[in-house]
T-cell receptor
C-alpha cells in the first residue's frame, strides 16, 4: 500500500532563511506527487505538482525516484509562508490522494 | 467559477444519530472525493465517485456511505455516530479521473462534532 511520510511536524525559521520540508513516499508504481498548502482559515489548495516542474511562490520540489522523495524548498522564507503543508501521492488510476501527516511552517520576523 | 461548496459548514450531533453532508463540485467536474481530517489521523480518504459510481473506497466502516447524483453533486452519510467521528470532512472535485495533470480542488469542509 502507498504511504507518505513527512518527518517534521513543525518547522520554525526566520524570515529570509531557507526552508526545506521533507517528504518520502512508498509506492510500487509511478505516482504523481503534490504539495498542498493550507493557510489559516482557508481551504486546502494545490501548491505544486511534480509533473509541472514549476516554481510557485518561490517554492520548488523535485521528485527523486531513487530516494523516493519529493522535498519542498524555498531559498528565502517569507512571513506569509506560515501555513500547514501536506505532501500527497496520487495513484495512476483514480483521484485518491494519500496524504502525509503535514508540516506546520512558522516563519518568524 | 464557484469553488467546491460544502454544506453545512458546522454541525453538532449526538452519539447514535446519523448525519448527511452535502458537496457541490466545481461546475463541469464529474469526480468527487471525500476525506476525513482529524488531528490524530490526519487526512484520510473515504471514497471517490465518478459519474454516479463509486470508484474507490478507503478503510472506513460501513457506517460511512456516500452517493453521487446525475448533476455530480454528492452526499456522504454517517450512521450511528460515535464520538470518534468528530472531524472535518472535506470534499474534493476534479474534472477527470486518473489522468496525469488532473487538478483536485478542495472545499472548505464540514465541521462535525459528536457529543
Amino acid at each position: 500500500a502507498q504511504r507518505v511520510t513527512q518527518p517534521e511536524k513543525l518547522l520554525s525559521v526566520f524570515k529570509g532563511a531557507p526552508v526545506e520540508l521533507k517528504c518520502n513516499y512508498s509506492y510500487s508504481g509511478s505516482p504523481e506527487l503534490f504539495w498542498y498548502v493550507q493557510y489559516s482559515r482557508q481551504r486546502l489548495q494545490l501548491l505544486l505538482r511534480h509533473i509541472s516542474r514549476e516554481s510557485i511562490k518561490g517554492f520548488t520540489a523535485d521528485l527523486n525516484k531513487g530516494e523516493t522523495s519529493f522535498h519542498l524548498k524555498k531559498p528565502f522564507a517569507q512571513e506569509e509562508d506560515s501555513a500547514m503543508y501536506y505532501c500527497a501521492l496520487k495513484e495512476a488510476a483514480g483521484n485518491k490522494l494519500t496524504f502525509g501527516g503535514g508540516t506546520r511552517v512558522l516563519v518568524k520576523p | 467559477k464557484a469553488g467546491v461548496t460544502q454544506t453545512p459548514r458546522y454541525l453538532i450531533k449526538t452519539r447514535g444519530q446519523q448525519v448527511t453532508l452535502s458537496c457541490s463540485p466545481i461546475s463541469g467536474h464529474r469526480s468527487v472525493s471525500w476525506y476525513q481530517q482529524t488531528p490524530e489521523q490526519g487526512l484520510q480518504f473515504l471514497f471517490e465517485y465518478f459519474s454516479e459510481t463509486q470508484r474507490n473506497k478507503g478503510n472506513f466502516p460501513g457506517r460511512f456511505s456516500g452517493r453521487q447524483f446525475s448533476n455530480s453533486r454528492s452526499e456522504m452519510n454517517v450512521s450511528t455516530l460515535e464520538l470518534g467521528d468528530s472531524a472535518l470532512y472535506l470534499c474534493a472535485s476534479s474534472s477527470r479521473q486518473g489522468l496525469a495533470g488532473n487538478t483536485i480542488y478542495f472545499g472548505e469542509g464540514s465541521w462535525l462534532t459528536v457529543v
